[in-house]
């Protein structure tokens, strides 16, 4: 079951219906499984190590999304079109380069 993927304590329901938590217990220490446990607003979410691992890139590039929009509304207006071409860069969706010099201000 954890292996198709993240399992929410409902899911272990369906195993054993009086203690649904005694489930990931007994994965971790009967059979060794690493059993990584997430709280969510929905409730715990218990996964493997696999799946935590891509969990965490999510939130990881979830939160580099939020700040580069949040610098983007800070930058200045020269600024925020020399990130602009910069992003159309990773993307590949630039057709020329344009370089613009940033002056800090103090």
Known sequence: MLQAG???V???K?????YPSDVPYYIRTLMKVDVK???TA???VYMLAEHYATYL?????EKEK???KASAKEAKPDQYEYLKTLNSL???????????VLEEVV
């Open 42 to 44: 929905k409730g715990s």
């Open 14 to 18: 369906k195993l054993n219906s009086k």
């Open 66 to 68: 939020q700040q580069a």
């Open 57 to 61: 890139e999510g939130l990881k590039k």
């Open 10 to 12: 409902d899911d272990f």
């Open 90 to 100: 990773e993307n590949g969706t630039a057709v020329q380069t344009t370089e613009v």
């Open 37 to 39: 446990t997430v709280r």
């Open 6 to 8: 993240p399992c929410s």
